[in-house]
């Protein structure tokens, strides 16, 4: 595989031409679908439109998906190219990451997608744990400013979380030999469920309750009520939770959302800046339990 090559092969990696419309219209799609299911069955009391948090909510709505997602995309390339180096590039075919490799390659792409929705959400489960420790949990506090959450709130994530999440799910499972394009088929469905976790929603999927992580099942996650701190880290699948100890659902819902004992800037700059201020003071082994999500 040339260099030119290595670069075709990782352009599905970053965000294409036509990313600023993908985002308008899933901003589109979310809000005939979201916004009146919040109205009809809010889990707390708050605007529909115009709600705390809002103006930011609609700049990272178009910074993550585009700008951050860029720039994770560039520092993935540059650890699969140095993979590739170390291996030899001649040795390395340019259809390797779409086309995968080895015995999970040769599986059909729907139980490659299966699998790959297991293992990206116990992965996950993992590195957002971790992220709730030590200095790590300034990087994600971000996520957990929201006062008033909807299904805009989701896209608030600092670019060095992003970076983190994404890098530790795709490189394992690229490496494992999965095919890109199980990866890419239920990229679009876990987009849209983590907007749907994050909307203001009392549902808890009834007798599927323990199943599926549901929106009333992620709001505990971002409640500022002592008895939700850091609990309930699944993103799909509550049982990584039940195994590790971290799940609480009881059938009532949180009071209150955001940090505890500290309140962040309303500004995308000061967002940015945050993990590398000091912390004032804080425990820097705290995670939301110590500093507040």
Request: net charge neutral; charged share 15%; hydrophobic share 50%.
């Amino acid at each position: 595989m040339t260099l030119h090559e290595f670069i075709a092969s990782v352009s599905p990696l970053f965000p294409g031409a036509d990313a600023v419309t993908q985002t308008v219209a899933l901003a589109g799609v979310a809000g005939l679908v979201l916004t009146p299911a919040e109205r009809l069955a809010p889990a707390a009391m708050q605007p529909l439109v115009r709600r705390q948090g809002l103006g930011l909510d609609v700049i990272y709505w178009f910074c993550t998906p585009i700008l951050t997602r860029f720039l994770t995309a560039l520092v993935m390339c540059a650890i699969l190219f140095i993979a590739a180096w170390c291996v030899g590039l001649e040795r390395v075919s340019p259809d390797i990451l779409i086309d995968g490799f080895g015995p999970l390659a040769r599986q059909p792409v729907w139980l490659q997608c299966v699998e790959v929705l297991i293992l990206a959400d116990f992965v996950d489960y993992w590195t957002h744990r971790t992220l709730h420790r030590g200095p790590l949990w300034r990087i994600h506090a971000i996520h957990h400013s929201p006062r008033e959450m909807n299904w805009m709130s989701s896209s608030r994530v600092h670019p060095l979380n992003d970076l983190m999440t994404r890098s530790c799910q795709l490189l394992p499972i690229l490496g494992l030999g999965f095919s890109a394009m199980s990866v890419i088929s239920v990229v679009p469905l876990v987009a849209f469920y983590v907007m749907f976790l994050h909307a203001n929603l009392r549902w808890d999927f009834g007798p599927l309750r323990w199943v599926l992580v549901s929106p009333a099942y992620h709001r505990w996650h971002h409640t500022a009520d002592e008895e939700g701190i850091d609990k309930n880290f699944a993103g799909i699948f509550p049982v990584w939770d039940v195994l590790f100890g971290t799940a609480y659902f009881p059938r009532w819902l949180p009071r209150t959302y955001g940090l505890r004992g500290e309140q962040l800037e309303e500004s995308f700059l000061a967002h940015v800046l945050y993990p590398f201020r000091s912390s004032g003071g804080q425990a820097a082994d705290g995670g939301a339990g110590k500093t507040g999500a």
